[in-house]
């Protein structure tokens, strides 16, 4: 319970200290939303005070942080600079798809690099294990958005097996089972791309720790008790990978609502990554503080989730 309530004072202290850095950083950038407007000679001074004064910026640095805190505490993240609409539906609104694509991705990126990974390394300098290595260099130098237009070429183009871009066919209506079957089947080549992307320094990553275990002396041990494959993956491999991989898993937390601002442009996909960019380039306050504080809340949430689950396999580490 101890434990409990410091991971709990340690997200809330964090996220104080991230929210002010963030806050000052933001506000400190050169140019602002209203910089455009100063420059538009049909604008006048007094009508660029009057928006300022709409959105709460007429005011002290510390009364705009206090009042964002206060607003932050009831999920309230403010108003949208350029939709005018509330941050926390813009959010909402573009968060299922962002999610639908990074966790499907993430989920098949895990289990292949485990595979891929703990394969490479028992057949260690043979021919598979190249072969995996290659792979993994292939994934880590391939640009992402070259192999999407190279995608959309050959399959889109060429053969006409996928759409182009979107999320759903013009003559697809409501939301049954056909609604959802065209859009995963719109989703195919972007997904496809994100799992290629992420498997290689992942492969890489876990075959390096698979080998370190293949040397040690309780691995040695067990091989010479007569233990099968099956059972050294099982109750010597596995479990000592587990470790690492539940603190790559906390950490890729935050990473479920980044979308891919690359990916996202070609692919017309109106996600979390595209809508990030645009905040940004066009200073909007409200969206990108509103989306930094749920990132930051996320990998937070993330790091102490790992620690107690990590607690949970390794009752020592509690005492260390």
């Known amino acids: 319970m101890n434990v409990f309530i410091k991971k709990i004072s340690y997200i809330f202290g964090m996220l104080l200290l991230i929210s002010i850095i963030s806050f000052l950083a933001i506000h400190a950038a050169p140019n602002s939303f209203f910089g455009a407007g100063e420059l538009n000679p049909n604008m006048t001074p007094e009508a660029i005070e009057k928006l300022k004064a709409v959105y709460g910026l007429d005011k002290p640095l510390l009364t705009q942080y206090t009042d964002w805190v206060s607003n932050m505490v009831q999920l309230n993240f403010g108003i949208s600079f350029v939709s005018g609409g509330d941050v926390a539906s813009e ?3 573009r968060l299922p798809i962002t999610l639908t694509i990074n966790i499907t991705s993430l989920v098949f990126v895990f289990i292949l ?6 394969k490479a390394a028992l057949n260690y300098e043979k021919k ?4 995996i290595r290659q792979l993994s260099l292939l994934s880590f130098s391939m640009p992402s958005f070259y192999l999407a237009l190279l995608l959309i070429i050959i399959f889109s183009v060429n053969f006409k097996l996928f759409p182009i871009a979107g999320l759903h066919s013009v003559d697809i ?19 496809s791309i994100m799992i290629f992307g992420g498997l290689g320094s992942m492969i890489i990553y876990i075959r390096s720790l698979t080998l370190e275990i293949l040397k ?3 691995y040695y041990f067990a091989r010479s008790r007569g233990l099968s494959t099956k059972q050294l993956l099982r109750y010597y491999i596995l479990p000592n990978l587990l470790p690492p991989i539940v603190t790559l898993l906390g950490l890729s937390l935050p990473a479920l609502i980044g979308g891919s601002v690359i990916l996202e442009s070609i692919f017309g996909i109106d996600g979390m990554g595209q809508f990030f960019y645009i905040s940004a380039l066009s200073r909007d306050y409200p969206t990108i503080m509103g989306i930094l504080m749920i990132s930051a809340f996320l990998t937070l949430l993330g790091n102490v989730i790992a620690d107690l689950i990590l607690l949970k396999l390794n009752p020592y580490m509690h005492k260390a």
Request: glycine share 8%; net charge negative.
């Open 216 to 218: 040690s002396d309780y």
């Open 113 to 118: 690099s485990l595979y891929l990974g703990i």
């Open 91 to 93: 959010i909402l609104k």
């Open 173 to 191: 209506e409501g939301e049954g089972l056909s609604y959802y079957l065209d859009m995963l089947w719109h989703l195919v080549l972007p997904i």
């Open 128 to 131: 598979s294990d190249l072969a």
